[in-house]
């Protein structure tokens, strides 16, 4: 029997990232030593001087409503962070802090996206941009990237992908899922594509901007004129190890930050009391306080690189940033392995699961249906134990 479900939910697609998870726990429940490298979150504690900040909240009774858009505190300390960081002026009256940098977009999305709007993403993309561009009943384009040009797009695909209907850029750097950064210089390019077609707005989500290995991650706000139409995304889930916290933050535009005060004070309020306060100590820190955790898993990053190097039909790429590497699998489409016939990623994906026991994310989820991801957001032995499976069952 179906239920009389609205078409907006009607119109989203299953989850692939959550049907490999449930899929994964499926066959631990089942006995098996599954390691999962599809997560994307840091597998570190959240250092303790969050947690102290946390702690002297609740003792000082911050136990009320907040202000919808976020203490002024913690506002001022963004604008802080956006000068030190990023180079970028805020005020507070642009700044909006929400429930994680998720509800930070799809705010953005709900207040400047009408239906039949385009909205271009470059591809690999985050696996969220499209479903929440759909609910807003806008019409998502991809632009490709591959391998070959390490995941980046060029201005040139840019100008080709415009049409008058282009409303948004959803421009993400360092990647979810490649892990490519883009240079300052190859943002600059972009710019000035964009800077031709002032009704697009650039969403620039920047959320693993401390995990970088290279090229010091660049801003679109940075770039005079596209400061304007850019609304930069942040939040502490990534560098600060605080995923559950949920504490996202926008810099816009004054219209747009107070349009999204206005969606979010209709459907969430403003965020947990207590993560704010602990959100103020952690963007005022010095990022060397986090530099640990970067050392790591550029370490790490190094480590799966050489030994999935070393597996044959695996095409990689150097990822600057994030906690992800993103190879090319394609090879082994058409193949039968173990009995079993790999089309796709999505079948890569599923026979590394079933056969070795790792739990990776088909690209397909991502807009890549060449690639699969693996976060390396697991301890070394896991890693090691886990690359050493998947050599074995493709042998
Ligand atoms: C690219 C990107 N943007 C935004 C988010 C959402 O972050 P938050 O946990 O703050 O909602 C994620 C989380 O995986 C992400 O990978």
Same mark, same amino acid.
């Given at each position: 029997?179906?239920?009389?479900?609205?078409?907006?939910?009607?119109?989203?697609?299953?989850?692939?990232?959550?049907?490999?998870?449930?899929?994964?726990?499926?066959?631990?429940?089942?006995? $098996?030593? !599954?390691?999962?490298? +599809?997560?994307? &979150?840091? @597998? %570190?504690?959240?250092?303790?001087?969050?947690? #102290? /900040? =946390? *702690?002297?909240?609740?003792?000082?009774?911050?136990?009320?409503?907040?202000?919808?858009?976020?203490?002024?505190?913690?506002?001022?300390?963004?604008?802080?962070?956006?000068?030190?960081?990023?180079?970028?002026?805020?005020?507070?009256?642009?700044?909006?802090?929400?429930?994680?940098?998720?509800?930070?977009?799809?705010?953005?999305?709900?207040?400047?996206?009408?239906?039949?709007?385009?909205?271009?993403?470059?591809?690999?993309?985050?696996?969220?941009?499209?479903?929440?561009?759909?609910?807003?009943?806008? $019409?998502? !384009?991809?632009?490709? +990237?591959?391998? &070959?040009? @390490? %995941?980046?797009?060029?201005?040139?695909?840019? #100008? /080709? =992908? *415009?049409?008058?209907?282009?409303?948004?850029?959803?421009?993400?750097?360092?990647?979810?899922?490649?892990?490519?950064?883009?240079?300052?210089?190859?943002?600059?390019?972009?710019?000035?594509?964009?800077?031709?077609?002032?009704?697009?707005?650039?969403?620039?989500?920047?959320?693993?901007?401390?995990?970088?290995?290279?090229?010091?991650?660049?801003?679109?706000?940075?770039?005079?004129?596209?400061?304007?139409?850019?609304?930069?995304?942040?939040?502490?889930?990534?560098?600060?190890?605080?995923?559950?916290?949920?504490?996202?933050?926008?810099?816009?535009?004054?219209?747009?930050?107070?349009?999204?005060?206005?969606?979010?004070?209709?459907?969430?309020?403003?965020?947990?009391?207590?993560?704010?306060?602990?959100?103020?100590?952690?963007?005022?820190?010095?990022?060397?306080?986090?530099?640990?955790?970067?050392?790591?898993?550029?370490?790490?990053?190094?480590?799966?690189?050489?030994?999935?190097?070393?597996?044959?039909?695996?095409?990689?790429?150097?990822?600057?940033?994030?906690?992800?590497?993103?190879?090319?699998?394609?090879?082994?489409?058409?193949?039968?392995?173990?009995?079993?016939?790999?089309?796709?990623?999505?079948?890569?994906?599923?026979?590394?699961?079933?056969?070795?026991?790792?739990?990776?994310?088909?690209?397909?989820?991502?807009?890549?249906?060449?690639?699969?991801?693996?976060?390396?957001?697991?301890?070394?032995?896991?890693?090691?134990?886990?690359?050493?499976?998947?050599?074995?069952?493709?042998?």
């Amino acid at each position: 029997m179906s239920h009389p479900l609205s078409n907006r939910i009607n119109s989203l697609p299953v989850s692939e990232t959550l049907a490999m998870a449930a899929k994964a726990r499926e066959l631990k429940a089942q006995g $098996k030593d !599954i390691i999962s490298l +599809s997560l994307g &979150e840091p @597998d %570190f504690n959240t250092p303790d001087f969050i947690k #102290e /900040a =946390a *702690i002297e909240a609740i003792n000082q009774n911050y136990n009320s409503y907040t202000p919808v858009d976020g203490y002024v505190e913690l506002k001022e300390a963004i604008c802080v962070k956006f000068k030190r960081d990023n180079n970028v002026d805020y005020s507070p009256n642009q700044i909006v802090v929400s429930t994680g940098a998720k509800q930070s977009i799809a705010n953005i999305a709900q207040v400047l996206l009408n239906s039949g709007d385009e909205v271009l993403l470059p591809a690999p993309y985050w696996v969220s941009y499209s479903a929440i561009a759909t609910l807003c009943e806008a $019409k998502y !384009i991809e632009i490709p +990237s591959s391998i &070959e040009s @390490d %995941f980046k797009i060029t201005p040139e695909q840019l #100008e /080709a =992908a *415009i049409t008058p209907k282009t409303k948004m850029i959803f421009f993400n750097s360092p990647n979810n899922p490649s892990g490519t950064v883009y240079s300052e210089k190859e943002y600059r390019a972009l710019a000035k594509v964009l800077e031709k077609h002032p009704q697009i707005f650039i969403l620039s989500d920047e959320i693993y901007e401390h995990i970088n290995y290279g090229t010091k991650p660049f801003s679109f706000a940075a770039i005079e004129n596209m400061y304007d139409r850019t609304i930069t995304v942040n939040g502490l889930a990534k560098a600060f190890a605080m995923t559950g916290w949920r504490v996202g933050y926008i810099g816009a535009p004054e219209w747009i930050a107070k349009a999204c005060t206005k969606m979010q004070g209709q459907i969430t309020s403003g965020t947990n009391c207590i993560a704010q306060r602990a959100a103020i100590t952690a963007v005022l820190a010095d990022p060397s306080k986090v530099q640990f955790m970067v050392d790591e898993f550029k370490s790490r990053r190094d480590i799966v690189l050489d030994l999935l190097g070393k597996i044959e039909g695996f095409k990689l790429n150097v990822p600057e940033g994030a906690f992800y590497v993103f190879p090319d699998i394609s090879a082994f489409f058409g193949k039968t392995i173990r009995n079993k016939e790999i089309k796709n990623a999505n079948d890569f994906s599923m026979f590394l699961l079933e056969e070795a026991n790792v739990a990776t994310v088909t690209g397909d989820a991502f807009g890549a249906p060449n690639c699969i991801r693996l976060s390396y957001a697991a301890s070394e032995l896991q890693l090691r134990e886990a690359i050493k499976r998947i050599k074995e069952v493709l042998s």
